[in-house]
C-alpha cells in the first residue's frame, strides 16, 4: 500500500516537472543586450571607403536629416541577404545610408558593391574594428537609425521587411 | 570527405546498436559465456563512433566549410589548438564526445565484468544501449554535427573567444568524462535491482565506476571554476550560476553515493539510497544537459537555441526516469529489518546523518536553480536567485555538517563510543581560540562567523592528524576528507580577507590609497592571429614599498567580433593579486578593478586533494575500514 503511494506521488510529481519544463521550452528566454536607444553618437573620424580621405562625424551627420548607419562586410552572408532591403530604401529622400565596411578586404567589398549595387551615401571603412566597438555593435550586419545626433533605432543582425516598414513609419 | 566518413560511421553505430540489442536479448536465456558477438558488436560500435569523431575533428583542422558545424563555429586564423578543441565546443560535436564516452565506458565494462553473472552484464548492456540508442537518434535526427552546406561558404563564422581558452579546451571531455560515467552505475543500479542482484561483491565492483566518475566531475567542476575565475574577470571562483549549479548537483549525490556505496559493500544495508542516488546521479547529469543545451537557462553553456533539441531532450529524460521509477518500485524488495538496526553512535548512523546534510544541500540548489523557472512558468514573473539565497540556507547548516565530517570516522562500525578521544575536546578549544584571534579583527558578524571557522578549523586539525597519525590506514579518506577541510577553511578565509579596489584611471595616472599605490604606466597594442591586444602595464606598490607588475590585457576578436578582458593575476601561496581592465565607452578612462585574494591558490589544491584522495581509494585493492 505504502509502495503504491510513493508510486504515485512520485508519478505526479515528475509529470509536475515535466510539465514545467515542457512549458518553459516553449518561451526560451534568450539574453537580448539592453538596446540603449536616446544616445547620443559617438564622435569620431574614419578613412572614407577606397580612399585617404579622412571625414568626420560631424560632416557626416551635419544634416537635419535621417541618417541609417548601417554596418556591413563582404564575407558576412547576412549582408547579402539584407542588401536588397537597403537598396529599396535607397528611394527615401529624407534619409542617407551610411556604411561602416567593417574589417573588410576593399577588393571584395568594392565587388560586392559591384554585385549587388551601393545604397550608401558615404561609406567609411572601420578596418580594425574600432568604430564597431564605438558604436557598440555586437556584430555584423546592425543597423542604427538616427535623427539630431542621437540613436532612436537599434537593429541587431540583418534588416527585413518588418523592420523597413517601421523605418518608413518613423520618417514620415 | 572525412564529413562524410563520419556521418556515415554514425549510422554504422547506430546499427550496431540495433544487433547488440538482438543479439544480447537472444542471449539473455541461454547458459554458459556472454556471446562473443555482443562484445564485437560493441566493439565495432565504439570503433565508428571513433571514427566518427576523428572525422569530425579532421573536418575543423581543415577548416571544411562544407561542413555546417564548422562553419558556424571555427575560422581560418583560429590556432590549430581551437579548431581542435573546437570540435567539442559546440551543441553538436559535444553530443558526439557524449557517445564516444557512452560507448567507451560500456566496452570498458563489459571487459571487466568478466567475473560477474552474465545476467547482469547483459542487462546493463542492455540499460546502456536504450541510453545510446537515445543519443543515437538524438544526433542523427536533431544535432547532426555534419550537416553539408552548399555553396561552401569561405569563411567560418568563429568560435566563442571566451571559450579559446586551455582550461576550458579540457573542462568538457573531463566534466563529460564524469556526467557519462554515472551513465554506467546508472544501468548497473537498474539490472542489479532486477535480478535481485544488489550484494557486497555488486557494490565492490561498482563502487569502482562510482570512484571513476566521481574524480573526474570533481576535476571538470574545478577546471571549469578556475577558468570562470581568471576568464569572467569577476575574481570570484563561484557564483551559484545555473550552469555551475547542474554540475555541482550530480556531485552532491554521487558523493553521497560513494559513502553509501562504502556502507553496503561492508554491511549490506542503505540499498534503497544506493539505487535512488544511482538514478538521480544519473538524471541530474541529463537534467543538466537538458537545461542547458535546450536555453531555458542561459548562460555560455548555451549553444542553440532549437526548441525541437529541448523537446526531444525533455521527453528522453522522462522515459529514463519513469523506466527507473518501474525498476525500482516493481523489483526492488525492502531490505530484511533486521539489518538495518541502527546504534545511534556509530559509523552507519554518522554516514546517515552526512546523507541527509548532503541531501539538504542538494535540494537547496535544486531549487534555487529551477525555482525561477518554476515560477515564470507558473506566474510569468522572472526572478533570478543570486548567492546570498545559497548563503543563507547553506552557511548555517555547514556549521554542524563540518563537525559531523570530523568526528564520524572516528567512529566505530555497529556500535562506539567516546573512548581515548579527549584530543578533540583540546582541538575544538584551539580552533575557538584561533578564529576568535581572527573574527574579532574584521567588522563581520561575530557569533556565526567564530562558530563557522571553528567548526573549519576543528575539522582541518582533526583530518590533519589523522593523516599524520593514521599513515597509510584509510588513506584515501585522509586526503580526500583534509582536502575537503582545507577547502572549507580556505574559502572562508578567502571571503574574510579578499580586498577590493575600483576606479577609473588614464594612461600615466595613479591611484593612491592607504595601502598601496596604483600606476598606470603605458598602452601597448599588438596584432594578434585572430584579435587586436592592448595589454596595459601597472605598478602596484603597496605600504611596504614593494612593487609587483600586473600586465591584464583587452582582446578584441576579429571573428566573431567580442571583447574579452583577460585578467592578469599574480599568484603565490599566500595571496592572489588579481586586476583586470576594461573600456569605457568613448572616453579616455579605463575601469580598473585590482583584488588581493588570499588562498585561492588553497581552494585549487585542495579540490586536487579530494580528487587525489579518490584516485587512491580506486587504485587500492585491499577494502578499507
Not at chain 2, 552505475?185 to 535481485?196: D, G, K
Not at chain 2, 535546450?294 to 549553444?303: D, K, P, Q, R, Y
Not at chain 2, 583587452?554 to 601561496?573: C, F, G, M, W
Request: include cysteine; hydrophobic fraction near 50%.
Amino acid at each position: 500500500m505504502k509502495n503504491n503511494f510513493f508510486l504515485i506521488l512520485t508519478t505526479i510529481i515528475f509529470s509536475l516537472i515535466f510539465y514545467v519544463f515542457y512549458k518553459s521550452l516553449q518561451n526560451p528566454n534568450i539574453y537580448k543586450p539592453n538596446i540603449e536607444t536616446g544616445k547620443k553618437i559617438p564622435n569620431f573620424e574614419a578613412k572614407i571607403f577606397g580612399t585617404d580621405t579622412i571625414i568626420s562625424s560631424d560632416e557626416i551627420f551635419k544634416n537635419n536629416k535621417y541618417y541609417l548607419v548601417n554596418i556591413w562586410a563582404s564575407w558576412c552572408a547576412p549582408c547579402r541577404v539584407e542588401h536588397p532591403l537597403l537598396m529599396e530604401l535607397t528611394s527615401q529622400e529624407d534619409l542617407e545610408i551610411i556604411g561602416i565596411n567593417y574589417k573588410d578586404n576593399i577588393l571584395n567589398a568594392k565587388k560586392f558593391l559591384k554585385e549587388l549595387n551601393n545604397p550608401y551615401n558615404i561609406i567609411i571603412s572601420d578596418k580594425n574594428g574600432i568604430l564597431g566597438i564605438e558604436w557598440g555593435a555586437y556584430g555584423v550586419p546592425e543597423t542604427f537609425l538616427i535623427y539630431n545626433n542621437r540613436i532612436i533605432k537599434k537593429i541587431i543582425g540583418p534588416l527585413n521587411e518588418s523592420f523597413i516598414i517601421e523605418i518608413n513609419e518613423l520618417i514620415k | 570527405m572525412a564529413s562524410l566518413i563520419g556521418s556515415y560511421s554514425l549510422i554504422f553505430g547506430l546499427g550496431c546498436s540495433v544487433l547488440i540489442i538482438f543479439f544480447s536479448v537472444k542471449d539473455f536465456n541461454k547458459s554458459g559465456n556472454l556471446n562473443s558477438k555482443v562484445i564485437s558488436f560493441t566493439f565495432l560500435q565504439l570503433f565508428f563512433i571513433v571514427v566518427s569523431f576523428f572525422g569530425l575533428i579532421l573536418s575543423f583542422v581543415n577548416s571544411d566549410f562544407s561542413n555546417e558545424t564548422v562553419f558556424n563555429h571555427s575560422h581560418t586564423t583560429k590556432p590549430l589548438f581551437y579548431k581542435i578543441t573546437g570540435t567539442w565546443g559546440n551543441h553538436e560535436g559535444s553530443l558526439l564526445l557524449w557517445l564516444l564516452v557512452l560507448t567507451l565506458f560500456i566496452f570498458l565494462f563489459l571487459l571487466s565484468s568478466k567475473k560477474e553473472p552474465k545476467k547482469y552484464r547483459i542487462l546493463t548492456l542492455l540499460f546502456q544501449q536504450v541510453i545510446i540508442f537515445g543519443f543515437f537518434i538524438f544526433v542523427i535526427k536533431t544535432s547532426n554535427p555534419f550537416s553539408y552546406i552548399f555553396p561552401i561558404p569561405t569563411e567560418g563564422l568563429g568560435l566563442n573567444p571566451i571559450l579559446q581558452d586551455p582550461a576550458l579546451a579540457i573542462h568538457p571531455p573531463i566534466l563529460y568524462l564524469g556526467y557519462v560515467g554515472s551513465s554506467i552505475i546508472f544501468s548497473s543500479v537498474l539490472a542489479a535491482t532486477t535480478l535481485n542482484y544488489i550484494t557486497k561483491q555488486w557494490a565492490k565492483d561498482i563502487k569502482k565506476w562510482i570512484l571513476v566518475s566521481w574524480i573526474f566531475l570533481t576535476l571538470g567542476i574545478l577546471l571549469g571554476s578556475i577558468w570562470a575565475y581568471y576568464e569572467l574577470g569577476w575574481g570570484g571562483f563561484w557564483f551559484w550560476d545555473p550552469v555551475e549549479n547542474v554540475s555541482l548537483m550530480p556531485w552532491l549525490a554521487l558523493t553521497t553515493l560513494l559513502h553509501c556505496i562504502l556502507v553496503l559493500e561492508k554491511r549490506l544495508i542503505l540499498t534503497s539510497w544506493v539505487i535512488i542516488l544511482s538514478i538521480a546521479t544519473f538524471t541530474l547529469s541529463m537534467c543538466g544537459t537538458f537545461l542547458v543545451r535546450s536555453g531555458i537557462l542561459n548562460s555560455v553553456h548555451t549553444f542553440a537555441n532549437d526548441p525541437e533539441r529541448g523537446l526531444f531532450i525533455l521527453i528522453f529524460l522522462f522515459c529514463l526516469i519513469f523506466l527507473s521509477f518501474f525498476v525500482f518500485f516493481f523489483f526492488h524488495k525492502i531490505e530484511n529489518r533486521n539489518t538495518s538496526n541502527f546504534f545511534w553512535l556509530s559509523k552507519e548512523t554518522s554516514i546517515l546523518i552526512n546523507n541527509w546534510f548532503m541531501m539538504y544541500f542538494l535540494s537547496v540548489v535544486l531549487i534555487g536553480t529551477i525555482y525561477p523557472i518554476f515560477l515564470e512558468v507558473i506566474s510569468s514573473e522572472k526572478i533570478s536567485v543570486g548567492p546570498p539565497f545559497y548563503n543563507k540556507l547553506i552557511i548555517p547548516f555547514l556549521i554542524p555538517f563540518l563537525f559531523a565530517i570530523a568526528i564520524g570516522p572516528k567512529l566505530n562500525w555497529i556500535k562506539s563510543d567516546f573512548k581515548n578521544k579527549k584530543y578533540l575536546l583540546l582541538f575544538l578549544i584551539v580552533s575557538l581560540i584561533l578564529s576568535i584571534f581572527i573574527v574579532k579583527n574584521f567588522k563581520i558578524d561575530f557569533l556565526l562567523n567564530t562558530i563557522l571557522i571553528t567548526s573549519a578549523f576543528f575539522l582541518f586539525f582533526v583530518t590533519l592528524r589523522d593523516l599524520i597519525v593514521r599513515q597509510f590506514t584509510n588513506l584515501s579518506q585522509s586526503v580526500a576528507h583534509f582536502g575537503f577541510s582545507l577547502l572549507i577553511l580556505s574559502i572562508l578565509l578567502n571571503n574574510i580577507f579578499s580586498t577590493e579596489i575600483i576606479t577609473n584611471l588614464k594612461i600615466g595616472e595613479t591611484f593612491q590609497s592607504e595601502k598601496l599605490k596604483i600606476n598606470f604606466e603605458s598602452l601597448e597594442h599588438a596584432d594578434k592571429q585572430n584579435y587586436k591586444s592592448l595589454v596595459g602595464k601597472f605598478s602596484i606598490e603597496s605600504f611596504d614599498g614593494k612593487v609587483v607588475v600586473l600586465n591584464p590585457e583587452l582582446r578584441i576578436y576579429n571573428q566573431p567580433n567580442i571583447i574579452t578582458s583577460e585578467a592578469d593575476i599574480k599568484t603565490n601561496l599566500l595571496t592572489d593579486k588579481f586586476i583586470t581592465m576594461n573600456i569605457v565607452h568613448n572616453q579616455d578612462y579605463f575601469n580598473i578593478r585590482y583584488q588581493t585574494k588570499p588562498y585561492m591558490v588553497w581552494i585549487w589544491i585542495s579540490v586536487l586533494l579530494i580528487s587525489c584522495g579518490g584516485l587512491i581509494s580506486f587504485l587500492r585493492k585491499k577494502y578499507e575500514k
